[in-house]
C-alpha cells in the first residue's frame, strides 16, 4: 500500500484536546494484564520472610517444616541463595540473601516458593529464623550524634552557599527562624509490587511492575553478571508508582528462584510487606531562617534540612532545595544531614524534596509576610530572581507571579481580610491560604522507533512506562501530530526493555523525554519515505537517539510552576480541619491532553491535602516497627475529606525545547500543604509548624497559641 504521513487536508492536531485513553477499553474489559495477571504453564509463587528484629544476625534458618508442607518447592535465604556481584551495585538493599545481617525490622530474611501462592504463604508461615540481636536505634532527632552533610549525589547539591549568611541576618530589620517537621510518610500504588521472572531461550524475562525497564533491566543484569542484552524487562500496564517501583528485593528473589527451579517464578508484595521493602518518604526536620529589611526584600535565606537514612543505602531526601529556585536573596544557603539509623530506605516519592521542602519554606514566608505587614502574594513578587537565586542561570520561562496573579482572581483573594481569626460561623473559623510551588522540568536521553506500516498506520515503540498517567494516549497524539495523521492511526508500544534506552516515568521527566525521542523519530522517517511509492511488507522504520540533542541544550533554570489557594473551616469544639476549597493554577509547558493532565494536577492537589491533615507512619522505637503497618492503620484522604478542587493552566511556552513540553505528575503536591497550613494560621490565629494538622494538635494549640 502507497503510504506517507500526510494528508491534503492536514488533520487539525490533536494535542492539546482532551483524547481519552486509548487502552481505556482493555482496561474496563479486564483485556489489560497486569504484573500479576499474566499466566505462564508451570508458574510457581514466591512468599518473601521479612526479619522480626530490628537489628542483629541470623543464627538459623530451620527449612525442614517449610519443606514439608504440601506444594512447596524451594526455601532460599542466605545460606544457599545464589551468590549476586554486588560490588558494583548502586543499592544494596537488592542484594537479597548475601549474608546473614539485618540491618532493619522487615528486611528480606528468605523465599518460599511453592506451587500456589497459599501454600507460599503457609509455608513461610511455618519457617522458623532464629536471631542473635543488637541495640538498635531508629529515631531521628535534631541533636543525634551520628548526624553528617553528605557528598553531592548525582541529582542534587547536599549543601550550596552564596552570600554571607550572618552579615545578612545581622543586616534585617525583620527576622524569621523557625522549626518544622514531616512525618515518615508511605506511596502505596494501587498494584502492589509484582515480578514474574522466567528463563527463556538463555535470556532471562522479567514482567514487572516498573516506573522504567531501562531503569531495573541494567541493575537487574549487573547482580546476575548477565549481559544486559540477555535481560528484558516487560512493563506494559502499571496501576502507580509515585517513585516506589525500581528494582527491589522482590524482583532479584523472583529471578533467584526461576534460575534455582528453571521454570517461572512470581513474587509479589503484600500491603504489609510494603512499608518495610518498596521505600517510603523520611521524616524530616528543618529549620528555615528568613531575614529582610522593611521593605520585604530578603536579604538572607537559610534553610536546613534533617532525614535519616538506612544503614545500608543513603538516600538524602532534597528537602532545603525549593528556595535555591523561588527566591532572590543576598544570601543564600541551604544544606541537608543524614542520620543513618536502623530502619528500611526511604527513597524518591512523589515530588521528593519540594513536597516536605515547600511546607516549611512557604510557611515561613507566610510568617515573615505577616510581620511585615505585606499581602503574602506582595512578598512573593518583591523577591522574584531575575536569574537563578544559587545557579545564576537565566530561567527558561518563569511564570511564578503570572500563577498567583490568575490564581488570586479565580480565588477572589483581593477581598480577603488579613487579619486572622475575624471569620466566623458558629463554632467554625474559616481561613484562607495560598503558597507557591515549582519543580524541576528536566529530560532524560531515550531512544525510540517509528514504523510507517504497509497498511497505512504507523507503530511507535519505546521503552516508555504508563504508570496510570496516560503516557500511552499523550504519545500516541504527539506521535499523530508529529504524523499530520489521525490518532487512530497510530498505535503506541511501550514498556519494552527491548525497545531500546529511554527515561523513566519519574521526577516529571517522562512525557518531555519520551515526545522528543518520539518527535525526532518521525522527522527520520519522514526523510525516508517518498510520497506516492509503496512500503515494503515489513514497512519502513527509523530510530531516533535524543542523547546528543539533549546534551547541546544551553545550561538553564527549568521548571515548572504553580500558585495554590486554600479555604478551611476550623471547628473551635473538636479541633477538625476542613478543607473547603482548593485552587492551583500552573504554569507546566504545553499541556498535551487537558483530560488527563487536570486528573494529574488535582490528584496532586489531594495528596498535598492528605499529607497536610492525615498521613503519617508512626514507628515504635521499642520495637522498630511500623504502628499500623497497613491502609487502615495508615491514614489517606478518603472521598469525604475532599473539596472542590480546581485545577487551571497556564500557556507557559518554552523556547528551549523543541516540543515546549514540561511536567505535571508532581508540581500538584508542591506547596498545598502549606497553602492549608497557612489558611489555618489566618482561620485560628495559631501557627503549626509539624504536619499533619491532627484535631489533637489544634485543641492542644489552642487560639493565639503556636503549634
Known amino acids: 500500500m502507497t503510504v506517507t504521513p500526510s494528508t491534503p487536508l492536514r488533520p487539525p492536531s490533536p494535542v492539546g484536546v482532551p483524547h481519552t485513553r486509548v487502552e481505556g477499553p482493555d482496561k474496563v474489559t479486564g483485556r489489560a494484564r497486569y504484573a500479576g495477571e499474566v499466566p505462564f504453564a508451570e508458574l510457581a509463587h514466591g512468599w518473601l520472610v521479612l526479619s522480626t528484629v530490628t537489628r542483629g544476625r541470623i543464627r538459623s534458618v530451620d527449612t525442614a517444616s517449610a519443606l514439608a ?53 503457609e509455608a513461610a508461615e511455618t519457617l522458623v529464623v532464629r536471631y542473635d540481636t543488637e541495640p538498635h536505634d531508629t529515631a531521628l532527632r535534631e541533636d543525634h550524634p551520628g548526624a553528617y552533610v553528605p557528598a553531592d549525589g548525582p541529582h542534587v547539591q547536599a549543601t550550596a552557599r552564596v552570600g554571607d549568611l550572618d552579615a545578612a541576618l ?21 498494584e502492589p509490587h509484582t515480578a514474574t521472572a522466567r528463563w527463556d531461550g538463555g535470556r532471562l524475562d522479567l514482567i514487572d511492575s516498573n516506573q522504567g525497564a531501562i531503569w531495573v533491566q541494567a541493575p537487574l543484569a549487573r547482580l546476575f553478571s548477565l549481559d544486559p542484552g540477555a535481560v528484558r524487562v516487560r512493563s506494559e500496564h502499571i496501576g502507580g508508582g ?74 538524602m531526601e532534597p528537602a532545603a532545595c525549593p528556595g535555591r529556585t523561588l527566591y532572590a536573596a543576598d544570601a543564600h544557603h541551604t544544606s541537608h544531614r543524614l542520620v543513618r539509623l536502623d530502619v528500611p530506605s526511604p527513597t524518591w516519592m512523589r515530588a521528593p524534596g519540594e513536597a516536605p521542602g515547600s511546607f516549611a519554606l512557604e510557611c515561613a514566608l507566610d510568617e515573615l509576610a505577616e510581620r511585615l505587614g505585606l499581602d503574602p502574594i506582595e ?22 507571579l503570572d500563577c498567583f496573579r490568575e490564581g488570586a482572581d479565580r480565588f477572589g483573594w483581593s477581598g480577603r481580610d488579613p487579619r486572622p481569626g475575624v471569620r466566623r460561623e458558629g463554632p467554625l473559623l474559616i481561613g484562607t491560604g495560598t503558597a507557591a510551588a515549582c519543580f524541576p522540568a528536566g529530560a532524560m536521553p531515550s531512544t525510540a522507533a517509528v514504523t510507517a506500516e504497509a497498511d497505512g498506520t504507523f507503530t511507535v515503540r519505546i521503552a516508555a512506562a504508563d504508570i496510570g498517567t496516560g503516557a500511552r494516549t499523550a504519545l500516541t497524539l504527539i506521535a499523530a501530530e508529529a504524523l499530520r495523521v489521525a490518532p487512530d492511526r497510530v498505535r503506541v508500544r511501550i514498556g519494552d526493555s527491548d525497545f531500546g534506552p529511554a527515561g523513566i516515568a519519574g521526577g516529571s521527566t517522562g512525557t518531555r523525554s519520551w515526545a522528543w525521542a518520539v518527535t525526532a523519530a518521525v522527522r527520520a522517517l519522514r526523510e525516508r519515505l517518498v510520497p506516492g511509492a509503496d512500503l515494503p511488507p515489513e514497512g519502513i522504520t527509523a530510530r531516533a537517539d535524543t542523547t546528543a540533542a539533549l546534551a547541546a541544550l544551553p545550561p538553564s533554570e527549568r521548571h515548572s510552576y504553580g500558585a495554590q489557594f486554600a479555604e478551611v473551616a476550623v471547628d473551635t469544639v473538636t479541633g477538625e480541619i476542613r478543607v473547603r476549597r482548593l485552587l492551583g493554577v500552573f504554569a507546566a509547558g504545553r499541556i498535551v491532553n487537558p483530560l488527563t493532565a487536570r486528573g494529574q494536577l488535582v490528584g496532586g492537589m489531594i495528596w498535598g491535602l492528605s499529607m497536610a491533615l492525615h498521613e503519617e507512619a508512626a514507628r515504635d522505637h521499642a520495637s522498630g516497627a511500623t504502628v499500623g503497618a497497613d ?21 507557559a511556552p518554552d523556547d528551549g525545547d523543541p516540543l515546549g513540553i514540561r511536567g505535571i505528575g508532581e508540581i500538584g503536591i508542591v506547596g498545598t500543604a502549606a497553602a492549608i497550613a497557612n489558611a489555618v494560621r489566618h482561620a485560628t490565629g495559631v501557627r503549626h509548624r509539624d504536619l499533619p494538622l491532627r484535631p489533637d494538635r489544634v485543641l492542644m494549640a489552642g487560639e493565639g497559641g503556636q503549634g
Open 379 to 400: 512578598l512573593r513578587a518583591r523577591n522574584e530572581p531575575a536569574l537563578g537565586p544559587v545557579s545564576g542561570l537565566p530561567f527558561a520561562g518563569r511564570q511564578l
Open 69 to 121: 508442607r504440601p506444594g512447596v518447592l524451594a526455601v532460599l535465604h542466605h545460606g544457599d541463595a545464589p551468590h549476586l556481584d554486588v560490588a558494583d551495585t548502586d543499592d544494596p538493599t537488592t542484594a537479597v540473601f548475601q549474608h546473614d545481617r539485618v540491618p532493619h525490622r522487615g528486611w528480606p530474611v528468605a523465599l518460599v516458593v511453592a506451587e500456589t501462592p497459599e501454600q507460599a504463604r
Open 170 to 190: 545581622a543586616a534585617s530589620a525583620v527576622r524569621i527562624d523557625a522549626r518544622y517537621t514531616t512525618p515518615e510518610q508511605y506511596h502505596h500504588p494501587m
Open 242 to 315: 509515585f517513585g516506589s517501583k525500581g528494582l527491589r528485593a522482590h524482583q532479584v528473589a523472583a529471578v533467584m528462584a526461576a534460575t534455582r527451579l528453571r521454570r517461572p517464578v512470581r513474587v509479589a508484595l503484600t500491603r504489609r510487606q510494603m512499608f518495610s521493602v518498596a521505600g517510603y518518604r523520611s521524616p524530616t526536620v528543618q529549620r528555615v531562617r528568613l531575614g529582610a529589611g522593611p521593605d520585604g526584600r530578603l536579604r538572607a535565606l537559610e534553610h536546613q534540612g534533617l532525614n535519616l537514612t538506612s544503614t545500608v543505602h543513603e538516600f
Open 631 to 651: 491502609l487502615a492503620g495508615y491514614h489517606f484522604a478518603a472521598h469525604a475529606d475532599v473539596p472542590a478542587v480546581e485545577a487551571h493552566w497556564l500557556a
